[in-house]
């Protein structure tokens, strides 16, 4: 991967390990799935007036991915930080859509994994079984399950994002956005009930409308975004682990904001995760060039 491609991986990185305790701190405000319809309403407009819908992107292909991750992914792991799973512990498990990926990847596409990518997955899974294993009192059955369904979800969005190669990434993100507001806004009304919702819009602190805002800028507009992007010029065995970071930030954050004690352990584990993504890399720098498009 070419260094710069490395660095918006490494930004997609940051931005959504932040996001969990950005979500984290908005629900002191707003509840969970009203939250996630208002990130897609304002991700959407009024942008969506001035970006066009991408000419060779189907409605269908759309909607199946607005679905996947707008509501059934997103719903997962905010549900799992509503249930009080630790933000720090929600980044780490969640990764295990990279697994999920690969898997899918190799079924759907015939994606090869050499024995140096195995190894080094191998090696970054190692680091995030030693970071889970010293987490794992903060954990409960819900949350963990919330976020295992999640990363399956992520997982299959990947698939359609290999299908939408050739899509322009920012009006994907944009226009996507169509699709989860209102399935989202029914599960409000049935989980959360109307009271709720009018007296969460009513009394939102400014903490929470700069939470939400830094949801939809930095977690849906620049991080989906890039996302999408490098999945546009590189396979998907090569994208994917560069996810495994998330947990790196996200739990640093999390220890820094929420004071979560983290030991030595778990920053080796740390430390594993980052020779995992060297080994696995390392011989692709030289070998592999983006796709070039017009």
Not at 21 to 32: E, F, G, S, T
Not at 73 to 83: D, H, P, R, T
Not at 181 to 196: A, M, V
Not at 259 to 284: D, M, P
């Amino acid at each position: 991967m070419h260094i710069r491609h490395v660095f918006l991986a490494l930004t997609i990185a940051f931005v959504w390990g932040s996001n969990f305790v950005v979500a984290k701190w908005c629900m002191n405000d707003l509840p969970p799935f009203l939250l996630l319809c208002l990130r897609f309403i304002f991700s959407t407009f009024p942008l969506i007036f001035f970006i066009p819908k991408p000419k060779n992107l189907s409605w269908s292909l759309m909607s199946t991915i607005a679905l996947l991750l707008g509501v059934c992914k997103f719903s997962f792991v905010f549900l799992s930080l509503y249930f009080e799973f630790s933000p720090g512990l929600a980044s780490l498990v969640l990764q295990t859509q990279v697994l999920f990926t690969i898997i899918l990847s190799k079924i759907f596409f015939k994606s090869q994994v050499s024995p140096r990518q195995a190894l080094g997955m191998v090696i970054a899974f190692m680091g995030i079984g030693l970071i889970a294993q010293q987490t794992g009192g903060q954990a409960n059955i819900i949350g963990f399950a919330c976020i295992m369904i999640a990363a399956l979800f992520w997982a299959f969005a990947n698939m359609f994002f290999r299908k939408a190669k050739n899509v322009d990434a920012f009006g994907l993100v944009i226009w996507m956005g169509l699709v989860p507001p209102l399935p989202l806004l029914g599960l409000s009304f049935i989980f959360e009930g109307p009271e709720l919702i009018i007296e969460s819009l009513r009394h939102i602190s400014m903490k929470g409308v700069l939470s939400l805002a830094f949801i939809v800028v930095a977690g849906t507009w620049i991080g989906s975004t890039l996302w999408a992007y490098l999945f546009k010029l590189y396979d998907a065995a090569i994208v994917v682990p560069y996810a495994l970071l998330i947990p790196v930030f996200g739990m640093t954050l999390s220890w820094m904001v929420f004071r979560e004690a983290y030991t030595l352990t778990t920053f080796s584990g740390c430390l594993l995760v980052f020779a995992g993504l060297i080994i696995n890399q390392w011989h692709k720098a030289k070998k592999e060039s983006p796709v070039k498009h017009p």
